[in-house]
T-cell receptor
Framework: GESVGLHLPTLSVQEGDNSIINCAYSNSASDYFIWYKQESGKGPQFIIDIRSNMDKRQGQRVTVLLNKTVKHLSLQIAATQPGDSAVYFCAENNYGQNFVFGPGTRLSVLP | DADVTQTPRNRITKTGKRIMLECSQTKGHDRMYWYRQDPGLGLRLIYYSFDVKDINKGEISDGYSVSRQAQAKFSLSLESAIPNQTALYFC???????????FGSGTQLSVL
């Protein structure tokens, strides 16, 4: 199998609880951010994005918060389900330049 | 059918061999990318192409080459594979109006 995420930080949450995954980004000029979900054996899948003129954006069961002051991005997952178990990583983009990806966090949902 | 298809899914090869990884897409996107993923590291960009006649080096292009055979096809070659090229490789696409990347399922390459 893949060796993705062998050394990743892990967040374990109880099924039904809320999850918060954090990401510190590097470039204060970055203006566009994406959260991706990567399940075992699959490619990264888009979850939600946010532009730098916003500080919060909500999707279905997910919310992204952006704090430009401290260059911090978070992903909140409400009522975490077993299907949410995956590696989550953030990506930042600076005005159409190529994305810079974080290393990711492994989310484990406990029954 | 997958929008971004990578072949093969898995490959084991020996040091010094030439390897080609292929990517095709049905999304109609002009922009295509090759990334590699290593344990504990973020995705790193190898090469990218904004249209058929455009090829650009990414962060870690040494030891790799690419070919954009058509809008829908972008292949990655390792001319002489070495063990530290063992990694999970992803192809991705995007269009010029929406920077969002769409990824294939990946190719796990092992160089012995």
């Amino acid at each position: 199998g893949e060796s993705v995420g062998l050394h990743l930080p892990t967040l374990s949450v109880q099924e039904g609880d809320n999850s918060i995954i954090n990401c510190a980004y590097s470039n204060s000029a970055s203006d566009y951010f994406i959260w991706y979900k990567q399940e075992s054996g699959k490619g990264p899948q888009f979850i939600i994005d946010i532009r730098s003129n916003m500080d919060k954006r909500q999707g279905q069961r997910v919310t992204v918060l952006l704090n430009k002051t401290v260059k911090h991005l978070s992903l909140q997952i409400a009522a975490t389900q077993p299907g949410d178990s995956a590696v989550y990583f953030c990506a930042e983009n600076n005005y159409g330049q190529n994305f810079v990806f974080g290393p990711g966090t492994r989310l484990s949902v406990l029954p | 059918d997958a929008d971004v298809t990578q072949t093969p899914r898995n490959r084991i090869t020996k040091t010094g061999k030439r390897i080609m990884l292929e990517c095709s897409q049905t999304k109609g996107h002009d922009r295509m990318y090759w990334y590699r993923q290593d344990p504990g590291l973020g995705l790193r960009l190898i090469y990218y192409s904004f249209d058929v006649k455009d090829i650009n080096k990414g962060e870690i292009s040494d030891g790799y080459s690419v070919s954009r055979q058509a809008q829908a096809k972008f292949s990655l070659s390792l001319e002489s594979a070495i063990p530290n090229q063992t990694a999970l490789y992803f192809c991705a696409t995007s269009d010029e109006h929406n920077e969002k990347l769409f990824f294939g399922s990946g190719t796990q390459l092992s160089v012995l």
